[in-house]
């Protein structure tokens, strides 16, 4: 990485102080000649949130070095086609990849529903994304400190994510999990940190608890935010264990019994209800049916959500 300190220039911008990390890069506050503040996102190696050192217990406090526990940085996997989503520790070039590719979803979106990105540049022969800087809090960071949540933040998030795949601007977002939904100080809800597509299809860049069948499509995207509900409703993510098993493997490699019997294993997950009685029964139903029913898409889960909010 990129040394970066306090005081220090990158490009026309002065660094102010540490904002925040995540599994592949880390994110500064800067000032411009003219004062106005942004962000500067800078790539960081690492082969994802298991090797990301943790602190003693869950904080809302900043570090370069480390994150609190009930944070989930995405993973860089290796889709084995018999062992099925590995662990990958990516380099300086795959880092830099990844930038390059999240910064032309970013100019893609313009800005809608989204961190505006402001320009590349390239420092030491690495690129910087130079960013807007949003005020306010993470969804993450609002479930810690136990302020209310509003299920109107996550349909907010399905009609962006629906507007950037139906304008062809995204495949997906490819990451969709609390550290990524931003509520800024005016009650909007803005996505960060869009996953480019891959080139590899052996290849991908999650989190997954959030992606536990370690997808890069909008049914992903409708899985994750599924998660979040659950999440929301219950305290606690559906899978203890996650991807699934066989999350990424080629359908030829494994026995389709012992798939179909992994996989109904694993999505005998506790229903909301069971953990919490007072979860509404319509979103329990929307929850399984987007983590169980294929043809239950982003566009299906996200009336689904609206549905129940017009009726209460």
């Known amino acids: 990485m990129i040394h970066i300190e306090t005081g220090q220039r990158i490009g026309p911008y002065e660094v102010i102080g540490f904002l925040g ?108 994304l130079a960013m807007e800087l949003l005020k306010g809090s993470t969804l993450r960071e609002k479930i810690r400190s136990l302020e209310g949540v509003k299920l109107r933040w996550l349909v907010e998030a399905a009609r962006i994510v629906e507007h950037h795949v139906e304008s062809g601007h995204w495949d997906c977002h490819g990451d969709l999990k609390p550290e990524n939904l931003f509520i800024t100080e005016n009650d909007q809800v803005r996505v960060l940190d869009p996953v480019p597509s891959s080139d590899r299809s052996d290849f991908l860049v999650g989190t997954p608890h959030y992606n536990p069948f370690l997808r890069h499509d909008s049914k992903g995207d409708a899985q994750a935010l599924a998660i979040m509900v659950y999440e929301l409703l219950c305290g606690a993510l559906p899978f203890d264990q996650a991807p699934w098993e066989f999350a990424g493997t080629d359908d030829s490699a494994i026995d389709s019994d012992e798939r179909e019997m992994s996989l109904s294993f694993f999505l005998g997950y506790p229903r909301p209800r069971e953990l919490n009685p007072r979860a509404p029964r319509e979103l329990e139903q929307a929850v399984y049916l987007a983590l169980c029913d294929e043809n239950f898409g982003l566009s299906d889960l996200r009336r689904a959500m609206e549905d129940f909010l017009l009726r209460c």
């Open 21 to 128: 990390r995540g599994a592949f890069a880390q994110v500064f506050a800067a000032e411009d000649s003219k004062g106005k503040t942004i962000a500067l996102k800078i790539g960081d190696e690492s082969g994802g949130g298991r090797y990301l050192s943790r602190f003693g217990e869950v904080t809302g406090e900043r570090s370069p070095e480390r994150i609190s526990p009930d944070e989930t940085p995405a993973e860089a996997l290796f889709l084995d086609p018999v062992e099925g989503g590995q662990a990958e520790v990516l380099d300086n070039h795959e880092v830099d990849e990844l930038l390059r590719g999240e910064a032309n979803k970013l100019r893609a979106a313009e800005g809608e529903g989204v961190v505006a990105l402001r320009e590349v540049l390239e420092v030491e022969g690495r690129p910087v």
